[in-house]
């Protein structure tokens, strides 16, 4: 059997926790943002007057293809697919340098470092959660072949 058609175990039978609800939510947020850099990369590039337009299209089109990571696991995470927690953790860890890369800036982008820290920060607290873990079914070391301690 695939891990989509095995039935729900006693650990993640029951309502979606709310902490899963908010990582997923966050890790929405921050795809969605992805996708509206790269699209303000795009038309600047294709309709305003860029130094560089080839640039400015290949970095918009990598910001899209970017996105793809948070928003799927966002909706795995929603549908408490298991395999859904590393790519969101892989953005989250992936997101911290930008942060601060963005509050070394001396410009209006301090604030955008600010809030994407913050937001990286609690989705990494909200997805290490232990009721988080048990709401995907992950199991520690050593326990995925007894379901025991």
Known sequence: MSS???PATPETA?????RLTYAAALAALEGL??????VWMLVEGLAGDPDDRQSAVT?????IVLA???L???RGLLARRSWSRGPAVITQIMALPVAYNLLQADSVAIPAGIALAVVAVAALI?????ATTQALGIRGPGRAQDGKQ
Do not use: K, Y
């Not at 029951?14 to 709310?18: E, F, K, L, N, T």
């Not at 970095?59 to 910001?63: A, P, R």
């Open 68 to 70: 793809l990571l948070p």
């Open 14 to 18: 029951g309502p979606r926790p709310r």
């Open 126 to 130: 909200l997805l290490i959660n232990p």
């Open 59 to 63: 970095g918009g089109v990598t910001l």
């Open 33 to 38: 943002a992805l996708v509206a850099g790269g």
């Open 72 to 74: 799927l696991a966002a």
């Open 4 to 6: 989509e058609q095995t």
